[in-house]
């Protein structure tokens, strides 16, 4: 069966994240992967939203000058917890602090997509928030996590992918593709709607 979306300009993925690469193989669109050059610089006094939204700017801009062939897709995920942005964790000790911090209440995840245009030079970008309630969680079950190091390369300090973490999460409201890193209803209906020239429904 054919995917839900014809390109008709090649798709970039500018990203070094294996789950990003595999969610958007999920919906089988044809696409390549580039990581982006691109150092994350989070603007001053900027809100959560605003922080992701200008990050996939950021990651978006040099593919997209290396390419102006292609349409780009860049990326940037946080969680926002007690009304502080956590990114990825500095060391496992501050990984386990923030779960054990985080465990028993809830927070949000964010992600920023950016979208650039290669022939009209359009860029849009997206926010997409999901609320995650994490169960109550003792020190031996973080402990766990920890030492397995996956929480090292995350926002927030876990997965809800991952073996140990997928069962810290007793609910969510939101996309729980948007926890993992791309909200892929969003994009679906970003590129129907803001770039209509460059994809269409399978005839
Ligand atoms: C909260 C959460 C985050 N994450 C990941 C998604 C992102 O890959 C990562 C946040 O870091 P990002 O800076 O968004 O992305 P990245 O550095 O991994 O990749 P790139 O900038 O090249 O696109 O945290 C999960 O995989 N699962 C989760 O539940």
Redesign the pocket.
């Known amino acids: 069966m054919p995917p839900l979306l014809e390109f008709h300009a090649p798709l970039i993925l500018a ?3 294996p ?2 690469k595999a969610l958007l193989e999920q919906v089988e669109w044809p696409f390549t992967v580039q ?2 050059p691109a150092e994350e610089h989070l603007p001053p006094n900027a809100t959560p939203a605003e922080a992701v939204r200008a990050v996939a700017h950021q ?1 978006a801009t040099p593919v997209a000058t290396e390419h102006p062939e292609a349409l780009t897709l ?4 946080i ?1 926002v917890f007690e009304g502080e942005i956590q990114g ?1 964790p500095a060391s496992p000790n501050a990984a386990r602090a923030l779960l054990q911090r985080m465990q028993d209440r809830s927070h949000h ?1 964010l992600t920023g997509m950016a979208l650039h245009h290669p022939t009209t030079n359009q860029r849009v970008a997206t926010v997409t928030r999901t609320t995650v309630f994490m169960a109550p969680l003792s020190n031996t079950e973080i402990d766990a996590y920890v030492r397995s190091k996956l929480p090292m ?4 300090s ?4 991952d073996a140990i973490a997928s069962l810290f999460v007793h609910r969510l409201h939101g996309d729980y593709y948007n ?3 791309l909200p892929l209803r969003t994009l679906y209906a970003t590129l129907r709607t803001r770039f209509a020239d460059l994809v269409s429904l399978p005839k």
């Open positions: 990203s070094q994240s789950r990003r990581a982006s990651k860049a990326a940037d995920t969680v990825k995840v390369d995350k926002a927030g876990y997965g809800i992918q926890v993992m890193g």
